[in-house]
């Protein structure tokens, strides 16, 4: 497999949304919201993904125990596309203390076939938090992986988080008003270097540390997920790109907008 696929496939796994104008923010963290988990609740969503158009749909089927925990277990309709969808596919969710929490494996291109073992299986992460302010971290995931691609060593260290984003008591997506809505932001943050030399470890991504996926989610109160914008991009170090051919830069937009949905 070329670097260019490796790299794209591996940071993959992991924005802005544009809104109209009278949006009113609220950074004061006045209010909290709901999640819905109720057997039955279901989700549509239209995605544009670089101009490329599908369509998701997530259900809660019905509860699931995880270390004697019970959660709500997530489903999809057909194999998804969205950032969103794909991330709640056959994982689990609940609320806890002004909490939504998700446990299972994040790694949703694993159906694929990488080159190496991307474990962002997660444990209670937090994908909202009415208690947490703009900008305070609510769960993260790091590791590392190593492969030897085209004969040219290569390790990565990743760090997947969620960040507490911005508070709107109201907001406006295709002519559609929502009240009291909260966002968060997940991040995958990496870098990689390779050891062409021996005892000289050269960086592949320039610059080294890079946010190489960025999605914000909008959660409305009793709703669920109203919006979804995620962008993929990186951008690896000239002289490597020249010497292996290859792009230097790569980047994908996404953006997930719910459409229809049901809630018990």
């Given at each position: 497999m070329r670097l260019k696929s490796y790299l794209f496939i591996a940071l993959a796994v992991s924005?802005?949304?544009?809104c109209s104008n009278d949006n009113d923010d609220n950074p004061e963290n006045s209010f909290s919201i709901t999640f819905p988990l109720n057997d039955g609740n279901y989700w549509n969503y239209d995605i544009v993904t670089d101009g490329a158009t599908s369509r998701d749909s997530v259900f809660i089927s019905h509860d699931t125990v995880i270390n004697s925990i019970?959660?709500?277990?997530?489903?999809?309709e057909v194999i998804p596309t969205g950032f969103y969808s794909s991330s709640l596919k056959d994982n689990a969710l609940r609320n806890n203390n002004q909490k939504l929490l998700l446990t299972g494996d994040l790694s949703f291109l694993a159906g694929q076939s990488l080159p190496v073992g991307v474990d962002l299986s997660v444990t209670d992460f937090t994908?909202?938090?009415n208690n947490a302010s703009s900008g305070t971290q609510?769960?993260?995931k790091s590791g590392s992986i190593s492969q030897t691609?085209?004969?040219v060593p290569v390790t990565m260290n990743y760090t997947l988080k969620t960040v507490a984003g911005t508070d709107y008591e109201s907001i406006t997506i295709n002519n559609v008003t929502y009240q009291n809505v909260k966002t968060t932001n997940v991040i995958l943050t990496a870098s990689a270097y390779t050891t062409i030399i021996p005892g000289y470890d050269q960086d592949i991504l320039s610059p080294s540390d890079q946010n190489v996926m960025v999605s914000e989610i909008l959660f409305a109160d009793g709703i669920g997920a109203i919006a979804i914008t995620t962008d993929i991009s990186f951008t690896l170090d000239a002289s490597i790109a020249s010497g292996l051919g290859i792009s230097q830069s790569q980047s994908q937009h996404q953006e997930e907008t719910l459409d229809t949905y049901h809630i018990n």
């Open positions: 924005s802005i949304y544009s019970t959660y709500k277990k997530v489903e999809t994908i909202l938090d609510l769960s993260s691609i085209n004969s």
